[in-house]
């Protein structure tokens, strides 16, 4: 397992009967987690003092119970700073789990001897858009919904590289890719965290375990005459780690690549424990 065990800001307290105990940075949040199907006891009083919980609805859904009215604050990893806050559906617009990833994909970067450009795909609210912007990356940060692009561009500015070289595109990232491929862009190293499930601006279905292995395909036609990297991440429940360094293998095929596929954890204070938090491929050139 791969485990974010860097942090100071954040910190996976206790988990139990599905739900998670964290601190981000000041503030302590509870959390539902599938993942987490064990019962122990709640010995922690932080379970009794949080500041927000979020509680699942019978009716599906759920919503948060702000009993101090938590806002948005800020955390930082190392040299980066987020912006956070509680979000619809149990987020707070940050994976921490993600920062092992942010780690390697820095050092290779950084270890590359080159300039490197970088595409992040379903990028989200652009946590590794801004490692691969501070360790000396320019960057295209490609996703879907326009607000999470605004976000990301907050955390860059908050991390210090709001005037690096990266590129906010507000976009479909087939429709993206294909249009590269015809401008005859390319790129070094592709990041991204497809969603288990979505749909287009035209209505397109995304469904990762159909659309990953062509969509792949796809970005295979992206990438550089010397390419560094490839990173895919999922949450998909069922989709094991070897299973997308399978499809990520096939689809880069005679690239001369080797990937390394692992569960993505985070340790938890209490059990001294990783929690699976989900999986990921890492394929290098």
Not at 74 to 81: A, E, F, I, P, S
Not at 215 to 244: E, H, M, N, Q, W
Request: proline share 4%; with cysteine; hydrophobic share 40%.
């Amino acid at each position: 397992m791969w485990s974010a065990d860097k942090w100071r800001d954040y910190e996976l307290i206790d988990c139990t009967s599905g739900e998670r105990l964290e601190r981000w940075g000041d503030r302590i949040l509870i959390r539902p987690d599938p993942q987490v199907i064990w019962d122990t006891p709640r010995r922690d009083r932080r379970w009794r003092e949080a500041d927000a919980r979020y509680q699942r609805s019978s009716t599906g859904g759920g919503a948060w119970d702000n009993r101090n009215d938590v806002g948005s604050w800020q955390v930082k990893y190392r040299d980066l700073t987020f912006n956070v806050k509680p979000m619809n559906f149990k987020h707070t617009g940050l994976f921490p789990e993600q920062a092992s990833n942010w780690d390697w994909a820095a050092e290779k970067i950084r270890s590359a001897g080159r300039n490197i450009s970088v595409l992040n795909l379903f990028a989200y609210t652009g946590a590794a858009t801004v490692a691969a912007l501070k360790a000396g990356a320019s960057v295209c940060h490609v996703d879907a919904a326009r607000g999470m692009v605004q976000w990301a561009k907050e955390n860059a500015a908050s991390s210090g590289v709001a005037d690096a070289k990266v590129r906010w595109i507000v976009d479909d990232c087939a429709k993206f890719v294909e249009r590269e491929i015809r401008r005859g862009h390319r790129y070094d190293a592709l990041i991204m965290d497809p969603p288990s499930y979505g749909r287009g601006p035209g209505g397109e279905i995304w469904k990762l375990e159909t659309s990953l292995a062509p969509f792949l395909r796809l970005c295979a036609g992206v990438l550089s005459d010397k390419p560094l990297f490839v990173l895919i991440s999922s949450y998909t429940t069922g989709l094991s780690a070897s299973t997308i360094g399978y499809a990520a293998l096939t689809a880069f095929a005679g690239r001369g690549g080797h990937a390394e596929n692992q569960e993505l954890g985070l340790p938890v204070t209490a059990t001294r424990l990783s929690l699976p938090c989900g999986a990921a491929c890492r394929m290098e050139f």
